[in-house]
């Protein structure tokens, strides 16, 4: 039997895409990545 997948919560879920987004950044400089949402 598979184990049970959690969903993570929708701040851990936003920021795992912000860290995303800084990973695919230019500047060598910083690590910045920004996800804007609507009020839940």
């Not at 795992?16 to 949402?37: H, Q």
């Amino acid at each position: 039997m598979a184990d049970r997948f959690t969903r993570p919560s929708k701040d851990m879920y936003y920021l795992n895409i912000a860290k995303a987004v800084s990973e695919r950044g230019t500047c060598l400089r910083r690590r910045v990545g920004a996800v804007i949402v609507k009020k839940r």
